[in-house]
Each structure stands twice: as structure tokens, then as C-alpha cells.
T-cell receptor, first 114, second 117 residues
């Protein structure tokens, strides 16, 4: 079956660094995504990993280990506006060609405190 | 970047009526679009895959006669919630990916908050 696990909630302090972990077990793998979602809004794209290693984009970095079925999202220099849910999603084996759907984890609600 | 527009952003309807939600890809052609539902404090759950020019593919447990999907053009998919009931109240989101673009991520519409009273 398809299973994506991530912590339900996390709390961190403004200016600090936080790491959100994600483990997955899916039938096939065609990329892992991290999205940010504020309450009542649609998700917005943060990062994409398809090969092992670290992808850095400003204050956000994402790491992938395909052999371990593991990824993490690293947020640096936390700001209050970073308070949101962070969704880990996997594109499983190709579905309809290269446009496979995403399987989402339940999301990690991050609260950033002053 | 690619943009997906969803309309309406919120709707309140009476129990037993039908509601149509539109999802448009504004600057690319999407042969495939995805419809998700999200209950409060829960993750996005894929409902169905909308395929241009053919029938939608529904996930297990999703009633195709209740959630009608039409993908009549390369830029528009619609989801109609028929005979809506209060338990259908949820946040519905569509997404699409530009098959010709350099980006690999899926772009999401703004979402539609449906409340059935």
C-alpha cells in the first residue's frame, strides 16, 4: 500500500532552525515534494527531490534518501509567517504518462513562537 | 510560472442541490487534472483523475455518480457535487501539471470551500 508518515505537530522559536521528517512507502517512486499550506488555502510548492541528496532554495532545504524512503525539510531563520502546515508528497510510479498524481502525507503543523 | 485557477473560492448550498466547481489551467494545456478533498486538519485525499476527452478515473470509495467530472477541453475540468449533503462539506482542490514545462511540480487551484446546509 501507500504510506507517508510525518509528525503531526512541531513548535519552534523565531530565528531558529527546524527539521520536518517524512518517511514513505509507495508502489514506485517518481519524485518527492514539499508543500506549504496555510489554513484554508491551497498548498504552495516549496521543493522537489528525485535524486538522493540535498536541494537548497533560500531558507528552505530538502533532503532525500531513496534507499531509506526518507526525506526532510529544513527551515532556517524561522519567521512567524512560516507557521503553517507542511505537506510531504510522493509522486508514485508513472500514472497517465509523466503526470502521475501526488500522494500526500497528513501534514505537519508548525507553530513558530516569538 | 504555470497558474491554475479554481472557481468559486467558496459556496454555500442547500442540501439536495448540485454545485459545480471549475478548474482552469491559465497558461498551459493540461491533459490531466487531479481533484482532491481535504477535511479539517486532515491531508489532501485524491478523489479522481480527470482526463481530457475521456472518462475520469475515480479513487476507491469515491462515488462517480455523485462527483461528476467533465474535462471537455485542455484547459478546463469541472467537478459537480450532485445532491449535496452536509457530509460533503469540505475543501475541494484541483491541481494540474504542465506536461511541456520545465517545472515538475503540480500547481494547485485556490481551492473551494463547500458548505452544505
Amino acid at each position: 500500500g501507500q504510506n507517508i508518515d510525518q509528525p503531526t505537530e512541531m513548535t519552534a522559536t523565531e530565528g531558529a532552525i527546524v527539521q520536518i521528517n517524512c518517511t514513505y512507502q509507495t508502489s514506485g517512486f517518481n519524485g518527492l515534494f514539499w508543500y506549504q499550506q496555510h489554513a484554508g488555502e491551497a498548498p504552495t510548492f516549496l521543493s522537489y527531490n528525485v535524486l538522493d541528496g540535498l536541494e537548497e532554495k533560500g531558507r528552505f532545504s530538502s533532503f532525500l534518501s531513496r534507499s531509506k524512503g526518507y526525506s526532510y525539510l529544513l527551515l532556517k531563520e524561522l519567521q512567524m509567517k512560516d507557521s503553517a502546515s507542511y505537506l510531504c508528497a510522493v509522486r508514485a510510479a508513472t500514472y497517465g504518462g509523466s503526470q502521475g498524481n501526488l500522494i500526500f502525507g497528513k501534514g505537519t503543523k508548525l507553530s513558530v513562537k516569538p | 510560472g504555470a497558474v491554475v485557477s479554481q472557481h468559486p473560492s467558496w459556496v454555500i448550498c442547500k442540501s439536495g442541490t448540485s454545485v459545480k466547481i471549475e478548474c482552469r489551467s491559465l497558461d498551459f494545456q493540461a491533459t490531466t487534472m487531479f481533484w482532491y478533498r481535504q477535511f479539517p486538519k486532515k491531508s489532501l485525499m485524491l478523489m479522481a483523475t480527470s482526463n481530457e476527452g475521456s472518462k475520469a478515473t475515480y479513487e476507491q470509495g469515491v462515488e462517480k455518480d455523485k462527483f461528476l467530472i467533465n474535462h471537455a477541453s485542455l484547459t478546463l475540468s469541472t467537478l459537480t457535487v450532485t445532491s449535496a449533503h452536509p457530509e460533503d462539506s469540505s475543501f475541494y482542490i484541483c491541481s494540474a501539471r504542465d506536461p511541456l514545462g520545465m517545472n515538475t511540480e503540480a500547481f494547485f487551484g485556490q481551492g473551494t470551500r463547500l458548505t452544505v446546509v
